[in-house]
């Protein structure tokens, strides 16, 4: 059964810093990996798509990173600012065929001005 | 180009009644799944519709039961609702025939309380 975990569960910064918020899985057999924002009482925003062959994507200030056999993921966000704190997602497909997604329970992000 | 769209937003309902949540998915996309998120927690799979009929199922019971029209829009519907059915309920849309990457696309979400 796959497992996703997201670590830390919170994270609180000062505006402009670069972080870095992670996600494990415990089967590396998925089809593509996505990150998602999430603001309070919201639906989801997807930010990245790395599909299994891919090694890492890019859209503006978000970089995520992907190695499939050690089942880890990274979001790194340069030059953090008050409107990305949010609730960021992160889930994996497994490859089934179905596009069924299995989350993890979110890292919280604060960015203070 | 009008992105994933349920209703209602918001909806409260008292233990045993039955409740239906609609979904319309993103244009040109024709597999909505439906995924449930508990308070503080990911969502969790519920179920998952492609052309018309139920493909695969998440750990659910029988009280979950939904329905895909032929215009690809989806309806959740839950009988016999209990408290712990409190949470969001979000619509995802995905597939079509043109460049598939497999990237599922959600809506706002249906807050259902169960009082």
């Known amino acids: 059964k796959q497992e996703v975990t997201q670590i830390p569960a919170a994270l609180s910064v000062p505006e402009g810093e670069n972080l870095v918020l992670n996600c494990s899985f415990t089967?590396?057999?998925?089809?593509?990996l996505q990150w998602f924002r999430q603001d309070p009482g919201k639906g989801l925003t997807s930010l990245l798509l790395i599909q299994s062959s891919q090694r890492e994507q890019t859209s503006g200030r978000l970089n995520a990173s992907l190695d499939k056999s050690s089942g880890r993921s990274t979001l790194y966000i340069a030059a953090s600012q008050p409107g990305d704190s949010a609730t960021y997602l992160c889930?994996?497909?497994?490859?089934?065929?179905?596009?069924?997604?299995?989350f993890g329970t979110g890292t919280r992000l604060l960015v203070s001005p | 180009d009008a992105g994933v769209t349920q209703s209602p937003t918001h909806l409260i309902k008292t233990r045993g009644q039955q409740v239906t949540l609609r979904c319309s998915p993103k244009?040109?996309?024709?597999?909505v799944s439906w995924y449930q998120q508990a308070l503080g927690q990911g969502p969790q799979f519920i179920f998952q519709?492609?052309?018309?009929?139920?493909?695969q199922r998440g750990n659910f019971p029988d009280r979950f039961s939904g329905h895909q029209f032929p215009n690809y829009s989806s309806e959740l519907n839950v009988n016999a609702l209990l408290l712990g059915d409190s949470a969001l309920y979000l619509c995802a849309s995905s597939g079509g025939s043109l460049s598939n990457t497999g990237e599922l696309f959600f809506g706002e979400g249906s807050r259902l309380t169960v009082l």
């Open positions: 519709y492609y052309e018309e009929e139920e493909r």
């Open positions: 089967d590396s057999a998925i089809y593509n």
């Open positions: 889930a994996v497909n497994m490859n089934t065929g179905f596009q069924k997604l299995v």
């Open positions: 244009s040109g996309h024709d597999t």
